[in-house]
């Protein structure tokens, strides 16, 4: 099974920026979609950004969608999320997900990282 190592957390002011990245053990990563959730305390884990195995093609949730940017270096077996204009309301942790295909169901991803903590202060 693939190891998937998510890295970039921190702390950062509302409207400041981090660039998460998830790194995958090798095997065929270009194969498959990669998905970034998060789960704030005491709320469910929820989507955030999707993209397909060469990149072309990517979703985003409606409360991420214009300030979020989910990237693939595929040379690398790295995922990115370039998290902009970050608010209070961002604050959770996030892991990255493999899955056989784009999806936005946590239930089609095989595969998660143990998860970095974003905390956005107001």
């Known amino acids: 099974q693939v190891q998937l190592v998510e890295s970039g957390g921190g702390l950062v002011q509302a409207g400041g920026s981090l660039r998460l990245s998830c790194v995958a053990s090798a095997r065929a990563f270009s194969n498959y979609a990669m998905g970034w959730f998060r789960q704030a305390p005491g709320k469910e884990r929820e989507f955030v950004a999707v993209i397909s195995p060469y990149g072309p093609n990517t979703r985003y949730a409606d409360s991420v969608n214009t300030r979020f940017t989910i990237t693939r270096d595929n040379t690398k077996n790295t995922v990115y999320l370039q998290m902009d204009r970050l608010k209070p309301s961002d604050t959770a942790v996030y892991y990255c997900?493999?899955?056989?295909?784009?999806?936005?169901?946590?239930?089609?991803?095989?595969?998660w990282g143990q998860g970095t903590q974003v905390t956005v202060s107001s």
């Open positions: 997900a493999e899955a056989p295909y784009m999806s936005v169901r946590g239930a089609d991803f095989r595969s």
